[in-house]
């Protein structure tokens, strides 16, 4: 099944992110997963302020970065057991895409970092993929209108 990791980092250091990303990659290729694209999207300002653990400083902004992955439930149970004890993350999400090939065929391989446009006929999220095609990748999911 094809997954994506969401994840927010407290800001200051790049590597600790990084360190994170290869700790949870190397949990998914260890249990027999494959790692299919990793991201950084940068430091972004957080909807709210957010605490890595009770009594930690408040964080305003993160250091945002997505992983997608193949892998077993308990491959990805094993990873999310981690990261729950991980002192340096501040929030992270996992989100299944698929599980057989019909439904993760168009997915691309590689997570892209998406933009809000505005436009005459409205605003949306698009990536670079939708930007470079006149119909978009998102055309039948009900996202091109």
Same mark, same amino acid.
């Given at each position: #099944?094809l997954?994506e990791?969401i994840?927010?980092?407290r800001p200051?250091s790049?590597?600790e992110?990084k360190d994170?990303a290869?700790t949870? *990659?190397t949990i998914i290729?260890?249990r027999?997963? $494959?790692v299919r %694209?990793?991201?950084? &999207?940068? $430091?972004?300002a957080?909807?709210?302020? #957010?605490?890595?653990?009770? *009594?930690?400083q408040?964080?305003? =902004? *993160?250091?945002?970065?997505?992983?997608?992955?193949? =892998?077993?439930?308990?491959?990805?149970d094993?990873m999310?057991?981690? /990261?729950? #004890?991980e002192?340096?993350? /501040?929030?992270f @999400?996992v $989100?299944k /895409? *698929?599980?057989t090939l019909k439904h993760i065929s168009n $997915?691309? %391989?590689q997570?892209?970092? &998406?933009? &809000?446009?505005?436009g005459?006929?409205g605003?949306? &999220?698009? @990536?670079?993929v939708?930007e470079?095609?006149?119909?978009g990748r998102?055309?039948g999911l %009900?996202?091109d209108?």
């Open positions: #099944m997954y990791l994840s927010v980092v200051g790049i590597r992110a994170i290869r949870a *990659g290729l260890q027999g997963g $494959v %694209g990793l991201t950084n &999207w940068g $430091v972004f957080l909807p709210k302020p #957010m605490r890595a653990s009770a *009594g930690a408040k964080h305003h =902004a *993160g250091q945002y970065f997505i992983m997608r992955f193949d =892998a077993s439930a308990k491959a990805q094993t999310k057991a981690m /990261l729950k #004890m002192p340096r993350l /501040l929030r @999400s $989100v /895409l *698929g599980h $997915v691309g %391989g997570a892209e970092e &998406w933009s &809000w446009q505005e005459s006929r605003s949306k &999220w698009v @990536s670079e939708d470079a095609t006149p119909q998102n055309e %009900g996202f209108k």
